[in-house]
């Protein structure tokens, strides 16, 4: 059984909800014929207008959408996740978000359904906590290198091409040898990974990416993943 998890460096239904192409191949991923999605909105501290776009789009989509929320009155979180074909973390505060899943043990549900074969996926602090840091703004004046749930080995970036501070603090961290590589996403790209190796580069927006970042003979070297266009 092979154990899928596609992280998205910026963009989807988090920002509009005019062009569904990720979303569509993240549940074209599954086997079942109307695959159940559950959005975790955590990062948000599960904002409505956030819920409210997840339902607009996937309610249009081939699939059956949930949501699991930790702010109000938390159903079975074990029976919830276990019972789902794909799993979609939002954006927001990944150290925050990450903290609220630790008191709840939600690190220990989701990776006894990744192991079971459930699909992982999500956006910025969505993408970012399948690895094992992730660079995150959760700190309002300074990017920084968080621990996250280690599903992936190694560092993940995303807004890589979208925000001015992300590709300096990269080289930085990379020149300083505090990370030895970083998969670092454009908006509007998505790394799909099998097994916790990079499979596919899928981008849903023109001209965009996602490299594979290290430090060699004194140079950081952003090697890039081969498209696959949507």
């Known amino acids: 059984m092979n154990k899928h998890i596609i992280a998205i460096g910026g963009g989807g239904f988090g920002r509009n909800t005019s062009s569904f192409l990720i979303e ?6 599954s086997p079942n014929d109307c695959p159940r999605i559950c959005f975790l909105p955590t990062a948000t501290g599960d904002n409505d207008s956030y819920i409210v776009r997840f339902y607009s789009v996937f309610t249009r989509l081939n699939c059956q959408p949930t949501h699991l929320d930790f702010f109000k009155r938390t159903v079975d979180i074990n029976s919830h996740i276990m019972n789902q074909d794909i799993i979609f973390v939002g954006g927001g505060n990944t150290k925050s978000m990450i903290a609220v899943w630790k008191e709840w ?11 079971e074969g459930v699909i992982m996926s999500g956006v910025s602090a969505g993408a970012i906590c399948w690895f094992t840091n992730g660079i995150t703004d959760s700190w309002e004046n300074e990017l920084q290198i968080l621990p996250c749930l280690d599903f992936i080995n190694g560092t993940c970036c995303p807004h890589y091409d979208e925000e001015p501070s992300r590709k300096p603090f990269v080289n930085k961290v990379l020149r300083e040898g505090i990370i030895s590589n970083c998969i670092s996403i454009d908006g509007g790209s998505a790394m799909h990974f099998i097994d916790g190796k990079p499979f596919k580069n899928i981008s849903f927006k023109a001209n965009k990416n996602s490299y594979n970042c290290s430090y060699n003979n004194d140079k ?7 498209i696959f266009q949507l």
């Open 220 to 226: 950081v070297i952003q090697k890039p993943f081969p």
């Open 105 to 115: 043990g939600m690190n220990n549900f989701l990776r006894k359904a990744y192991d």
């Open 24 to 29: 569509k191949y993240i549940i074209s991923l």
